[in-house]
């Protein structure tokens, strides 16, 4: 899923691309120079399913981090932010199938222990330890468990294939999701790793996924952190399966400079451009993997007022119900998208807009268009769908990924606790 979904509409801007080798998605937190990970099952889950995950950097690193805005953000949120707001560094280490959220004080104190539990192996700070957290809301972490698979993972850290990794930090997604790149850039070549989960409760502003991403690049966490919030505004914050925020989501990068390279400038714009790649690939590839999902669409709005309105266009075209069962169906039903687009808040003359379905032209000047509607409905039988609104009001472009919505969705979440 790593080709444009529509050639029509301009991108949002960002920096050029730089040469870059082919993204690899059999490898991901492993693939920068100086960092091993490990993943081990130790009770939290069903026996047999990984669920707790390290990832160390064999040298200090620049951290950043973008978090939720949910304002019930679980504990190990609230302390991965303290870490992240030193700028410094050692490790990450993320649980699944509980998302030690309203569990009170306990919640914070085990979150804590979790970082103690790896610094105190690795000679660092706590407070250099990342926690992160993913499951069933309200349940006391089981720190027994979570104490004897802290000496596992470091039993098994490994800088070779980190599959066991990305596999302990799944919920209801179908398969792990990782991602590698190499970047040349003008200072020198450096590699960026990454590792993701999420397959529901996603929306923007931060959605029920993790993703973390490795780099041996030398950058300030400054910069980093710059990077960072860019990339993920157009990417991470740029999908949703079910409009839903959830309490514990975070996106989290180490830059441990032990490749030499220490990026400014060109360097760093380049290092960004490959950021953004493994980004949207990830990004992307949540979506795919959304709970019940049959098929994905991206939402172009291009035209628009400014940036803020085409975001908020393509959003609510996205996470529309209606549109979203349309698209399970195959079903054409261009209505139901400029009806959502209607309802966005943002100024539009449906007089001036166009629609396109799949590359066909559906609405134009405030009316449907001569359309061979049998062709299309074939077209929209596609795993990947197309809608492209073009607003002729003002220079604003936004792009949106989202899935159909499907029964399966329903029986997931019906039961995700029972």
Known sequence: ??????????????????????????????????????????????????????????????????????????????????????????????????????????????????????????????????VASTGVIGVPLPMNAIESGVAQLFDRLSDGDDRATADAILTTDSASKRASLQVETPAGTVRIGAIAKGAGMIAPKMATMLAFITTDAQISPTDLQACLSRVVDKTFNCITVDGDTSTNDMVVALANGVSGVALQGEALQAFEAGLYTVCEYLAKRIVKDGEGASRIFEVSVSGAQDTAAARQIARTIAESLLVKTAIHGGDPNWGRIIAAAGRAGAPIDVNRAQLFLQGVLVFENGRPTDYDERALVEKMQAEEVQLELRLHEGDGVARFWSSDLTAEYVKINAHYRT
């Open 1 to 130: 899923m790593t080709r444009v979904l529509c050639k029509r509409t301009p991108r949002p801007t960002r920096v050029q691309y730089s040469p870059m080798a082919e993204l690899n998605s059999q490898l991901g937190v492993n693939f920068p120079k100086g960092f091993r990970s490990a993943g081990v099952y130790c009770g939290i889950k069903k026996p047999g399913l990984l669920d707790l995950a390290l990832i160390v950097s064999d040298a200090e690193a620049s951290v950043a981090g973008v978090f939720t805005t949910n304002k019930a953000c679980a504990a190990p949120v609230r302390w991965s932010k303290r870490v992240v707001a030193g700028g410094r560094a050692h490790a990450i280490i993320a649980n699944s199938g509980n998302a030690n959220c309203l569990t009170g004080e306990q919640g914070e104190r085990d979150a804590e222990r979790m970082a103690e539990l790896v610094a105190k192996r690795l000679g660092c700070a706590p407070t250099q330890v990342v």
